[in-house]
């Protein structure tokens, strides 16, 4: 598969990976954990305190709901009491009158105005006195607190008012009460009559509305007094004398106590406290459920702006952090941030080829100062390397240079006579003719030739013909002048080179010249040696125009010429 064009670069696996900075990667990091760790924390928190505040609601609640219980035992055991007071007085047992009782029915009304009605009815149920003689003489004969009252003391429940209702002042609430009856005895106790109160059920709403503390109150604490049968007999607006089922009545009729989240039939969920009053068994005393209900939401309320403000010091403090950790991860990548950028601007200069930058000097903490000054020596030492590596280049260039100027020397010298080669010699021939031209003095071009060189090899042996090539240019050197070339072409082969010759002749009178000077006796290692030479002469005129190869081949005949003709000899070429 081929890659596409634009994606060559990323994946490149020599080209290494763009990676986030170090600051942000701490910065990221803290921001990361300290989020993490308050959102768990406002977790638990909020676990935990929902747990707590409402098991504190709870029991709040069901405080007030022993306090409301508490009360209402008291209000009924206090009537109780209050109507055997009076029925033990010797007033009211020994009545001669009705103005004599009415007169301590009265007395007892002031004491608590709640006492809607207070009377004494014979045995035939007919009021014989009542405080401010309200219903003196009406037949109570069917009323229950008559007839449960003839057999001792007992509370009769909540009802409303049947006769007293339109004696008695128009009220707010319609009127409704509770009764408390006795039966009254004569000193030699004889049973004459029932004494009986009722109880204007008024006190019991101030009795809640007096308990509930104003805190309760303010967050939707309600009080509900709910009758056995479950009609609710005090309670919200709308509530009263209607009846109700929430899941703590039952809890509460059992005589258990306690508090629970419910809910009503409202659809509301509600923290409700509960108990009940009374005793069983006791007809002196009435069995009323307590329920002191408050909605979840409320009860909790102050827990949700306890939560809001955990989670405001909580993005606070986290923002703090977070704060804090770029500034401490700007701190600790600001130093590595120089570092690096010195190290990119330092490839940069060398790919440029300029001069490159130092290694900052970081001082802002330990690690850093360690890097920064570890790193200045590791780049002195590979300046000094690379200075050491350049001397050494330049060193070898020198003597490379020097070595090759030294083989092209030994390339244009032979090396057994030391004398210019061939090579030198077709170098040199060309500037010689050109003199010659310009000078416009003829030059020639002498080959020799030593005659029988070969015997000398078969019978002294190659080194004793080395020597003696050696001693035969040298002669050849010593006959010439310096301006003049001396060169061996090939084993016994030399060619001179004589310039500035002041005519044609003068090449052949020198051919002449060096002759008895090669005859004379060669003395090498083993033996002492003569030899005579065979010399061919081409000369070279300014005006000729012959070129190098003619003049060299013309000489090279004239040798051949002497040779043919009998060696040890100067022949003179013709052109
Ligand atoms: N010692 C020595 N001998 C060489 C060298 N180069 C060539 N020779 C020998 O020189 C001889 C030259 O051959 P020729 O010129 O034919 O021998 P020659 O005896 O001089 O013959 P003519 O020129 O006809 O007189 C050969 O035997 C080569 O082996 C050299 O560098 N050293």
Same mark, same amino acid.
């Given at each position: 598969?081929?890659?596409?064009?634009?994606?060559?670069?990323?994946?490149?696996?020599?080209?290494?990976?763009?990676?986030?900075?170090?600051?942000?990667?701490?910065?990221?990091?803290?921001?990361?954990?300290?989020?993490?760790?308050?959102?768990?924390?406002?977790?638990?928190?909020?676990?935990?305190?929902?747990?707590?505040?409402?098991?504190?609601?709870?029991?709040?609640?069901?405080?007030?709901?022993?306090?409301?219980?508490?009360?209402?035992?008291?209000?009924?055991?206090?009537?109780?009491?209050?109507?055997?007071?009076?029925?033990?007085?010797?007033?009211?047992?020994?009545?001669?009158? $009705?103005?004599?009782?009415?007169?301590?029915? +009265?007395?007892?009304?002031?004491?608590?105005?709640? =006492?809607?009605?207070?009377?004494?009815? +014979?045995?035939?149920?007919?009021?014989?006195?009542?405080?401010?003689?309200?219903?003196?003489?009406?037949?109570?004969?069917?009323?229950?607190?008559?007839?449960?009252?003839?057999?001792?003391?007992?509370?009769?429940?909540?009802?409303?008012?049947?006769?007293?209702?339109?004696?008695?002042?128009?009220?707010?609430?319609?009127?409704?009460?509770?009764?408390?009856?006795?039966?009254?005895?004569?000193?030699?106790?004889?049973?004459?009559?029932?004494?009986?109160?009722?109880?204007?059920?008024?006190?019991?709403?101030?009795?809640?509305?007096?308990?509930?503390?104003?805190?309760?109150?303010?967050?939707?604490?309600? %009080?509900?007094?709910?009758?056995?049968?479950?009609?609710?007999?005090?309670?919200? $607006?709308?509530?009263?004398?209607?009846? %109700?089922?929430?899941?703590?009545?039952?809890?509460?009729? /059992?005589?258990?106590?306690?508090?629970?989240?419910?809910?009503?039939?409202?659809?509301? @969920? =509600?923290?409700?406290? =509960?108990?009940?009053?009374?005793?069983?068994?006791?007809?002196?005393?009435?069995?009323?459920?307590?329920?002191?209900?408050?909605?979840?939401?409320?009860?909790?309320?102050?827990?949700?702006?306890?939560?809001?403000?955990?989670?405001?010091?909580?993005?606070?403090?986290?923002?703090?952090?977070?704060?804090?950790?770029?500034?401490?991860?700007?701190?600790?990548?600001?130093? %590595?941030?120089?570092? /690096?950028?010195?190290?990119?601007?330092?490839?940069?200069?060398?790919?440029?080829?300029?001069?490159?930058?130092?290694?900052?000097?970081? +001082?802002?903490?330990?690690?850093?100062?360690?890097?920064?000054?570890?790193?200045?020596?590791?780049?002195?030492?590979?300046?000094?390397?690379? !200075?050491?590596?350049?001397?050494?280049?330049?060193?070898?260039?020198?003597?490379?240079?020097?070595?090759?100027?030294?083989?092209?020397?030994?390339?244009?010298?032979?090396?057994?006579?030391?004398?210019?080669?061939?090579?030198?010699?077709?170098?040199?021939?060309?500037?010689?003719?050109?003199?010659?031209?310009?000078?416009? !003095?003829?030059?020639?071009?002498?080959?020799?030739?030593?005659?029988?060189?070969?015997?000398?090899?078969? @019978? =002294?042996?190659?080194?004793?013909?080395?020597?003696?090539?050696?001693?035969?240019?040298?002669?050849?050197?010593?006959?010439?002048?310096?301006?003049?070339?001396?060169?061996?072409?090939?084993?016994?082969?030399?060619?001179?080179?004589?310039?500035?010759?002041?005519?044609?002749?003068?090449?052949?009178?020198?051919?002449?010249?060096?002759?008895?000077?090669?005859?004379?006796?060669?003395?090498?290692?083993?033996?002492?040696?003569?030899?005579?030479? /065979?010399?061919?002469?081409?000369?070279?005129? $300014?005006?000729?125009?012959?070129?190098?190869?003619?003049?060299?081949?013309?000489?090279?005949?004239?040798?051949?010429?002497?040779?043919?003709?009998?060696?040890?000899?100067?022949?003179?070429?013709?052109?």
């Amino acid at each position: 598969m081929t890659k596409p064009p634009g994606k060559a670069a990323s994946d490149d696996p020599a080209q290494p990976r763009k990676r986030l900075r170090l600051a942000t990667l701490v910065t990221l990091g803290v921001c990361v954990t300290v989020a993490v760790s308050t959102g768990l924390q406002l977790l638990l928190v909020d676990h935990f305190t929902i747990y707590y505040a409402s098991r504190e609601a709870e029991l709040r609640l069901q405080q007030q709901s022993w306090q409301m219980r508490d009360a209402l035992n008291r209000v009924v055991s206090k009537a109780a009491g209050d109507v055997q007071l009076v029925a033990s007085l010797a007033q009211v047992r020994e009545a001669r009158d $009705p103005a004599t009782a009415r007169a301590v029915l +009265d007395s007892l009304q002031s004491t608590f105005p709640d =006492y809607a009605w207070i009377g004494v009815a +014979d045995m035939d149920g007919k009021v014989y006195a009542a405080a401010r003689g309200l219903l003196e003489k009406a037949d109570v004969s069917a009323r229950p607190w008559f007839q449960k009252g003839q057999a001792g003391l007992h509370a009769i429940d909540y009802h409303p008012a049947v006769l007293l209702g339109k004696l008695l002042p128009q009220a707010p609430d319609p009127w409704r009460f509770i009764d408390v009856a006795v039966p009254v005895r004569r000193s030699s106790g004889e049973k004459w009559g029932v004494l009986g109160v009722h109880m204007s059920w008024t006190w019991a709403r101030h009795l809640a509305g007096n308990l509930l503390t104003p805190a309760l109150r303010a967050y939707g604490a309600e %009080i509900v007094v709910v009758r056995n049968d479950g009609t609710v007999l005090l309670g919200p $607006p709308g509530m009263e004398e209607k009846k %109700i089922n929430a899941p703590s009545l039952p809890l509460a009729q /059992s005589g258990e106590t306690g508090a629970l989240r419910e809910t009503w039939s409202d659809g509301k @969920t =509600y923290l409700t406290g =509960y108990s009940r009053t009374g005793q069983d068994g006791d007809p002196a005393s009435l069995q009323w459920s307590v329920l002191v209900r408050q909605p979840e939401d409320a009860a909790l309320a102050a827990l949700h702006t306890l939560e809001q403000r955990i989670l405001w010091l909580s993005i606070a403090v986290g923002a703090a952090m977070a704060g804090i950790a770029a500034w401490v991860a700007h701190r600790l990548a600001t130093p %590595i941030d120089h570092l /690096s950028s010195a190290i990119e601007a330092r490839t940069q200069a060398a790919l440029l080829g300029m001069p490159s930058p130092s290694i900052p000097t970081i +001082d802002s903490f330990r690690e850093a100062q360690v890097l920064s000054a570890a790193m200045s020596d590791m780049v002195r030492n590979e300046a000094q390397h690379m !200075q050491q590596l350049q001397t050494m280049n330049e060193q070898l260039e020198s003597t490379v240079r020097k070595r090759t100027a030294e083989l092209q020397d030994l390339v244009m010298r032979d090396v057994l006579t030391g004398l210019p080669n061939r090579r030198a010699l077709m170098e040199t021939l060309p500037e010689a003719m050109y003199r010659a031209a310009r000078t416009q !003095q003829p030059c020639a071009v002498m080959f020799l030739d030593l005659d029988g060189f070969k015997g000398v090899n078969d @019978t =002294y042996g190659h080194e004793e013909g080395d020597e003696l090539l050696r001693q035969f240019g040298a002669r050849l050197v010593d006959a010439v002048r310096r301006t003049d070339t001396v060169a061996r072409l090939a084993g016994d082969e030399f060619v001179i080179i004589l310039e500035h010759l002041h005519a044609p002749a003068a090449a052949e009178e020198m051919g002449h010249k060096i002759m008895p000077r090669l005859r004379q006796p060669f003395a090498l290692k083993t033996a002492t040696v003569s030899l005579s030479a /065979s010399i061919g002469i081409a000369v070279f005129l $300014p005006d000729d125009g012959a070129s190098l190869d003619t003049v060299l081949a013309r000489a090279d005949r004239a040798m051949y010429q002497a040779k043919r003709s009998g060696k040890n000899a100067v022949v003179m070429a013709t052109t």
